[in-house]
């Protein structure tokens, strides 16, 4: 079976540019997470969707970073415009749910490294 | 608000010797506490998971234990072995949403 599937896998751009991150969860799960990595924040929740829904967005930096999840097979994390401050490696992970009751193993992906000149 | 706290930042063993993390959280609602493995480069993977209805779980060298009292968990890595060097992140649910809240994770380096 496939894993979480993210592109790209490395992108450098120039501030002020658009980046769209992509992902394709896992084939069957109903929930999914973005995730930002930096060495001085740790691994923090962007946002996450539970059945194409976006569920909480409160980790969302700011007005820049947006979400979209169209199908159950596709997400996108777009930045626009991108700063410096936005490098780092974005991880999305994805679940079978996130029942109230009983939290699911997330499986992550690959990871894109940005970064933004 | 939520908060997972994980200690210690960073831990240096020699080979064979037992390794434990520890990590404490605030939502007394938790009930989901997962450890992830992440090596230099690569993805975090889950290693082990406890549920809030257990106070111990155990697979091969690697065992998770909870106390739900004092809010801590903790993991023991037994035999440690040079390819258990990474990063190790506790986790614990927020059932209030639904998500996990990672602790900022333990460098372990197994010296052989």
């Known amino acids: 079976d496939a894993g979480v599937i993210q592109s790209p896998r490395h992108e450098v751009t120039e501030m002020g540019q658009e980046v769209t991150l992509r992902c394709k969860p896992i084939s069957g799960h109903n929930s999914l997470f973005w995730y930002r990595q930096t060495m001085m924040r740790g691994l923090e929740l962007l946002i996450y969707f539970n059945n194409n829904v976006p569920i909480d967005d409160s980790g969302m930096p700011e007005d820049r970073f947006s979400a979209k999840m169209p199908n159950a097979s596709f997400s996108t994390l777009k930045i626009q415009p991108s700063e410096p401050r936005d490098s780092a490696v974005y991880f999305c992970?994805?679940?079978?749910?996130?029942?109230?009751?009983?939290?699911?193993?997330?499986?992550f992906g690959p990871g894109t490294r940005l970064l933004v000149l | 608000g939520e908060n997972v706290e994980q200690h210690p930042s960073t831990l240096s063993v020699q080979e064979g010797d037992s390794a434990v993390i520890k990590c404490t959280y605030s939502d007394s609602a938790s009930n989901y506490f997962p450890w992830y493995k992440q090596e230099l480069g690569k993805r975090p993977q889950l290693i082990i998971d406890?549920?809030?209805?257990?106070g111990e779980k155990k697979d091969q060298r690697i065992a998770v234990t909870l106390n739900k009292t004092a809010k801590h968990f903790s993991l023991h890595i037994t035999e440690t072995q040079p390819e258990d060097s990474a990063v190790y992140f506790c986790?614990?649910?927020?059932?209030?949403?639904?998500?996990?809240?990672f602790g900022q994770g333990t460098e372990l380096s197994v010296k052989p």
């Open positions: 986790a614990a649910s927020y059932n209030q949403g639904g998500k996990l809240i």
């Open positions: 992970a994805s679940s079978l749910g996130t029942l109230r009751e009983r939290l699911e193993t997330q499986y």
């Open positions: 406890i549920r809030s209805n257990v």
